[in-house]
Structure formats: C-alpha cells, structure tokens
C-alpha cells in the first residue's frame, strides 16, 4: 500500500469540548466518545488504503470525524460502498470484542454512534451509501437529487424528535443542517468535475448505453454513453465537448 502517512488533525472545537467536559466531570465520558470515533475512522481509512486513494488529512470533531480522499468522482460504485461501511464494519467488530469486556457505557456509545451513523442523512456514512447505491441505477445528477431528497426527509424526522423527545441534540442538528447547506454550495462544482472527469479520462465501465434526444445529465457512473445526433451516434466525450461549448458561447 502506498500513501501511508496520514496527517490526522484534531479541530480546535473539539479541545474546547475536552476542556469543557474535564471542567465538568465528563472526561471519561468525552475520551470513550473519541475512542469510538477513532476506530470509525480506522474504518474508512483500511478501505481507502485497499483501494489505493490517497488520504488528504483525517479531522476529528466533538462529535465525529472526516475523512477526505482524493480520488475521482467516477470510482467504482463498489468500492464507494465499501469505504461508506468501513467504520460501521469496524466498530460492529469493536461491538462484539466488548461482549465479553466489563465496560457497559463505553458499549452503550459504541452502539448510539454506530445507529447514529447509519442514518442517510449528510454527510453520515449511512447517507454516503445511498448516495452509491442509487448510483447503481440512476444518472449521477439523478443520484444527487435522491441522495439531497432522502437526506432531507430524514433531517426532518430526526430534528422534529429531538424537539418533542429530546432536549440535547440541537447541537448535532445544527451541524447536520450546515453540512448540508455546503453541500447544496458544492453541487454545482460537483456536477461540473463529474464532467470533465469524463472528457479527460478513460474509466472502466460495465454497461453501454445508447441514448436518443437527451443531454449530458443522463450520464452514469460505469456507463458508456453514445448520442444519437443527426442520424449518427456520437461518443460521450464529443457530447460532453459540445454541451460545454454551449454554455460558453450562451455565457
């Protein structure tokens, strides 16, 4: 494997929290959490590492980590599922070492943070998996827009039961909905790298698909596109060219 440092970086939020816990008497309870979040990370990175992507940096927050990764949008669909589930896969293990440990609220955190990640809310794990898996099926735009819709609705569902059944999530709400706001920022910018990753290289693709009377946004991941233009077909990449100029010439 290569790329085998790792810069890991603790965000400044989270020794203001460690601070705030060890005042409070919480410590144990802070470390346990961070513990969990470690081996979640440990997860994603044994996946990526497998997989040859390149780690940017792994961030550590109060409450969870991210892991950046520089690899191209158009991966294998596959693979993307297998780094989504890297961190419920690890600590389903650490779930199980602590069976047989004496340790009740370290697994009572283990178990809330592994559910808690298993939600298709962004950026959970468990969002990155749908987001993959309706990539299987649909265009990437397609795929986006489910993936945003589904996010959404379980946003709601988990915000309206904090408010009538809890009283100290609000914090972590407020972080899901202003990871969600940079996504709605980013996905102009998304859509546009998808493209030109298709019109700079050649990816591996499982399917050939013939399309009539339609426009780039019907593009799919592990899918060669030809367009039927003019009584002949056209590759992807000439259609990609086309649309691109398009919207220079209009702008």
């Known amino acids: 494997m290569k790329n085998i440092k790792i810069k890991f970086k603790?965000?400044?939020?989270?020794?203001?929290?460690?601070?705030i816990a060890f005042l409070c008497g919480y410590f144990k309870n802070v470390v346990y959490i961070f513990f969990i979040v470690f081996f979640h990370e440990l997860g994603h990175i044994f996946f990526i590492k497998i997989f040859h992507?390149?780690?940017?940096k792994v961030e550590?927050?109060?409450?969870?980590?991210?892991?950046?990764?520089?690899?191209?949008?158009?991966?294998?669909?596959?693979?993307?599922?297998?780094?989504?589930?890297?961190?419920?896969?690890?600590?389903?293990?650490l779930g199980i070492f602590l069976l047989f440990q004496n340790n009740e609220l370290l697994s009572f955190y283990n178990q809330t943070i592994l559910l808690f990640n298993l939600l298709p809310i962004i950026p959970l794990d468990g969002s990155?998996?749908?987001?993959?898996?309706?990539?299987?099926?649909?265009?990437?735009?397609?795929?986006?827009?489910?993936?945003?819709?589904?996010?959404?609705?379980?946003?709601?569902?988990?915000f309206l039961y904090n408010i009538f059944f809890s009283i100290?999530?609000?914090?972590?709400?407020?972080?899901?909905?202003?990871?969600?706001?940079?996504?709605?920022?980013?996905k102009k910018y998304l859509f546009h790298r998808f493209y030109l990753e298709r019109f700079l290289y050649l990816f591996?693709?499982?399917?050939?698909?013939?399309?009539?009377?339609?426009?780039?946004?019907?593009?799919?991941k592990e899918t060669r596109h030809f367009f039927y233009e003019k009584n002949h077909y056209i590759t992807e990449k000439e259609k990609i060219a086309k649309s691109i100029f398009k919207i220079k010439k209009s702008i």
């Open 10 to 19: 603790i965000n400044l939020t989270t020794y203001i929290f460690f601070l």
């Open 168 to 186: 100290d999530n609000y914090f972590i709400c407020f972080v899901l909905f202003v990871q969600f706001l940079l996504v709605q920022k980013r």
């Open 60 to 93: 550590f927050y109060p409450f969870g980590g991210i892991t950046t990764v520089d690899k191209p949008i158009n991966s294998s669909i596959n693979q993307e599922l297998f780094i989504s589930l890297g961190g419920i896969l690890f600590q389903i293990i």
């Open 204 to 220: 591996p693709y499982k399917k050939i698909q013939n399309q009539k009377n339609e426009d780039i946004s019907v593009l799919k």
């Open 53 to 56: 992507y390149k780690i940017v």
């Open 128 to 158: 990155v998996f749908l987001h993959a898996f309706f990539e299987k099926f649909f265009s990437y735009q397609k795929s986006f827009l489910l993936y945003q819709i589904f996010s959404f609705f379980f946003f709601l569902l988990f």
